[in-house]
């Protein structure tokens, strides 16, 4: 069996983190905690779980902190969490039974990480992270945000997932305000970076300046294939946020040229038809979306809702506007399939009762 120290960077989560590291103790084997200038309980909950705590003077590089944190293991694999993470029941299950069986050959564990979730705690947003890395293997955090890790050597993709639970905002500025000091200091983004500085301006509706980013990460030709679809994307939402709507499907279909398409891209051509009352055009698109194969391992961010239920309830409206009421019925009960309780579901079976 591998040993795993779980190694954790703070600042201020008296809220979140025993929730956190009651979900993980007792799957590893050592708990890391820095400390980057905590002024609530933070440390006084963490000295409930381990006596290995650290501080380190913040200083706006996230990577910096996470391999400090890192540098303080001594176990097979490091595996890193946020406070505001937890380990379903389910999902540490399937952590101790990967503990019992990976191979000491893996360097790098990639998981997926649900981030979004609706009304009923379904997820609606997730992609694979790294999450268990080879110690002592040569592999660093680098970016002072959205840090990663460039896996080498033999990568497995796991079935336990973290959960991303957050119960307060952050600050919604902090991200943007590092890449602009990096900026201002004289330095240039490298590709990952620059996407994510792309994301940050469009987060902050500087729409202008996000298309101007992401234009030119795509120009370079440098960046990740996963990142140049998303990039092509945002570079079709700033479009659409300055009132250039007319624009938006070319900037869509220039992710045709990285990849085949994906359900999220078809969902979003579908949309902008339906918009325009274009109905078949739309459940074109809506149906190409239910043909794509969803591939979590990708790397790429991933909107479950687009390969089933979303085009199945936007096929049952567009076939219902164009007259055809069986087959909007039929695509109301696929989306069912999906999600049994749905408003949108349960409000169209009505209406089709009613007709009947």
């Known amino acids: 069996m591998i040993s795993v120290s779980l190694c954790m960077i703070v600042k201020n989560e008296e ?16 708990i890391i905690i820095v400390d980057t200038g905590s002024t609530d309980r933070t440390k006084e909950i963490a000295a409930r779980f381990t006596d290995l705590m650290f501080d380190f003077p913040w200083r706006d590089d996230f990577s910096a902190a996470r391999n400090e944190s890192f540098a303080h293991a001594s176990k097979d694999y490091c595996m890193w969490l946020d406070a505001d993470d937890v380990l379903l029941e389910e999902d540490q299950a399937a952590f101790l039974a990967l503990k019992e069986a990976l191979d000491p050959a893996v360097s790098v564990v990639m998981a997926p990480y649900h981030t979004g979730f609706d009304e009923s705690g379904r997820v609606t947003f997730s992609y694979c992270r790294e999450r268990l890395i080879k110690n002592h293997a040569g592999m660093s955090w680098a970016g002072a945000v959205h840090e990663a890790i460039t896996p080498v050597g033999q990568v497995f993709y796991a079935d336990f997932a973290v959960t991303h639970r957050k119960t307060r905002p952050g600050d919604p ?11 201002d200091a004289g330095e240039t983004l490298e590709p990952r970076q620059q996407f994510y500085y792309g994301r940050e301006l469009y987060y902050h509706c500087r729409w202008e300046e996000a298309l101007a980013v992401f234009s030119a990460f795509l120009a370079d030709g ?21 009132g250039q709507s007319e624009a ?6 220039g992710t045709f040229l990285y990849d085949r398409p994906r359900a999220e891209v078809c969902c979003e051509l579908g949309r902008w038809f339906f918009q325009r009352e274009q109905y078949s055009q739309a459940a074109y698109w809506y149906a190409l979306a239910l043909t794509c194969p969803r591939d979590d391992r990708r790397g790429g961010f991933v909107s479950p809702d687009c390969y089933g239920y979303l085009p199945c309830i936007q096929l049952c409206v567009c076939f219902s506007r164009m007259g055809d009421q069986k087959r909007a019925e039929e695509f109301n009960e696929l989306a069912a399939g ?3 309780d749905d408003p949108a579901v349960l409000h169209n079976r009505a209406y089709f009762q009613a007709r009947a």
């Open 248 to 253: 938006v499907p070319a900037a869509l279909f």
């Open 15 to 30: 809220d979140v983190l025993e929730r956190c590291l009651s979900s993980a103790a007792s799957l590893v084997d050592e």
């Open 338 to 340: 999906y999600k049994p």
């Open 173 to 183: 500025d902090r991200n943007l305000r590092i890449y602009q000091a990096q900026l």
């Open 222 to 242: 440098r960046g990740w294939v996963e990142n140049n679809i998303d990039a092509c994307c945002h570079c079709a939402y700033c479009r659409e946020r300055m």
